[in-house]
């Protein structure tokens, strides 16, 4: 099982859509969640961090998290055509904190 | 100019060459990395440094080394490198704080080996 595990994608939401992107992680001990956003070829931005269970609203994008369930989700309310993007969850993992295990990424596609 | 620079930013080589991909800093980060990027396998770690003389392997470190030169660089080297070794390779930095978690990237180096 990998650590990290999102789905590949291609998701394709119409613009003005919200987008659900969701994330799974195995280590129980894991404090610290993380989403960036990753254009084709260049590197990945930090959007949203979260450490709580719970909601975490920044702008239109929502980042919930629920450590019984070892779950991490990003949404996204009014999609843009500019959010087309691969997005990276990561996790804090085992050796020390700030040394994160990244997901394989699930690729956005917004269209208008 | 970019606070995690990373050179060359392209690179074609041959198989059996070394090559050195050559990271520095100016956020004044105590920790740097290295990442390898692959299609449908996402970011990897392959090195990972918390000072200078502290360095510590990743998930995937065979066939790589580095070198902590000062706080502020981090290198890694292909010794003798190979075609499974054709990636993206991100250099990252982060500060030890417990607040702001925050890894910073760098533009990232394309390495293809022939």
């Known amino acids: 099982q990998k650590e990290v595990e999102q789905n590949s994608g291609p998701l394709s939401v119409p613009e003005g859509a919200i987008a659900s992107l969701n994330c799974t992680y195995s280590?129980?001990?894991?404090?610290?969640f993380f989403w960036y956003r990753q254009y084709s070829g260049k590197s990945p931005e930090l959007i949203m961090s979260?450490?709580?269970?719970g909601d975490k609203e920044d702008g239109r994008f929502t980042a919930q998290l629920n450590k019984a369930s070892q779950y991490v989700s990003l949404l996204i309310r009014d999609s843009q055509p500019s959010d087309s993007a691969t997005y990276l969850c990561?996790?804090?993992?085992?050796?020390?904190?700030?040394?994160?295990?990244f997901g394989a990424g699930t690729r956005l596609a917004v269209h208008p | 100019d970019a606070d995690v620079t990373q050179t060359p930013r392209n690179r074609i080589t041959k198989t059996g060459k070394r090559i050195m991909l050559e990271c520095s800093q100016t956020?004044?980060?105590?920790?740097m990395y290295w990442y390898r990027q692959d299609p449908g396998l996402g970011l990897r770690l392959i090195y990972y440094?918390?000072?200078?003389?502290?360095?510590n392997k990743g998930e995937i470190s065979d066939g790589y080394s580095v070198s902590r030169q000062a706080q502020a660089k981090f290198s890694l080297s292909l010794e003798s490198a190979i075609p499974n070794q054709t990636a993206l390779y991100f250099c990252?930095?982060?500060?030890?704080?417990?607040?702001?978690?925050?890894?910073?990237f760098g533009e990232g180096s394309w390495l293809t080996v022939v």
């Open positions: 990252a930095t982060s500060n030890g704080e417990l607040s702001g978690n925050t890894i910073y």
């Open positions: 280590d129980r001990v894991s404090q610290s």
């Open positions: 979260i450490y709580s269970n």
């Open positions: 990561a996790v804090n993992g085992a050796g020390g904190y700030n040394k994160l295990i």
């Open positions: 956020k004044g980060h105590d920790r």
């Open positions: 440094s918390f000072d200078v003389k502290d360095i």
